[in-house]
């Protein structure tokens, strides 16, 4: 048991690193891209009103530079059984070390998503499951097992909304941005 429960934590955090600079072309190849990621390059360039190789290389600098991480299939798990999700809250015992906890949780099956919290919870896990039974057995078998976990309360979702469009909604309000915006 650690007497630095947030001390391992602090290896996890990112360092602050400067946004990237984009300019309005890299915001509109964004915008293409959040519309259709799998939009090919010529398609791109014309919408760009630009050359392919000058799209390549905006996407090539865009992925170095970590402003794009990848491309992803988006799949709906309720479509294929895995209907349902619930919040999890994490409280760990006092003096243990969280990162223990939060190692332990990234492999517990269904667990989506962890962020370490502030308040008073210590952790939030999204976990998908194949309906209530599957879920129990994921909390009594694998999540209530971890050690350095005192308490915790699901919150079952009845209704997962997730808003349209959210990624050229915001890319589309940088582009509305006035030099006024970033005073």
């Known amino acids: ?34 519309h259709d990621a799998r939009a090919p ?3 791109l360039a014309e919408a760009l009103g630009m050359s392919s190789p000058a799209v390549a290389d905006r996407m090539a600098r865009l992925k170095s530079r970590g402003v794009v991480r990848g491309y992803r299939v ?3 798990w309720a479509a ?24 332990a ?9 962890i962020a370490v919290v502030t308040g008073g919870i210590d952790m ?7 309906g209530f039974d599957d879920l129990r057995t994921i909390l009594a078998e694998e999540i209530w097992t971890i050690e350095g976990i005192q308490r915790t309360e699901n919150a079952i979702v009845l209704i997962d909304v997730e808003p349209p469009d959210v990624d050229v909604r915001r890319l589309e ?11």
């Open 1 to 34: 048991m650690s007497t630095t429960p947030f001390r391992t934590l602090a290896e996890r955090i990112r360092p602050y690193r400067a946004p990237v600079e984009l300019d309005d072309t890299d915001i509109k190849l964004l915008l293409e891209l959040a």
């Open 41 to 43: 390059q010529r398609k």
């Open 74 to 76: 988006d799949i709906d």
């Open 80 to 103: 294929i059984g895995y209907s349902t999700v619930t919040h999890l809250t994490v409280i760990a015992s006092v003096g243990h070390d969280q990162n223990l906890v939060m190692e």
């Open 105 to 113: 949780l990234s492999k517990v099956r269904g667990v989506e998503d």
């Open 124 to 130: 939030l896990v999204r976990i998908r499951a194949k």
């Open 173 to 183: 309000s940088i582009l509305k941005k006035t030099p006024e915006d970033s005073l």
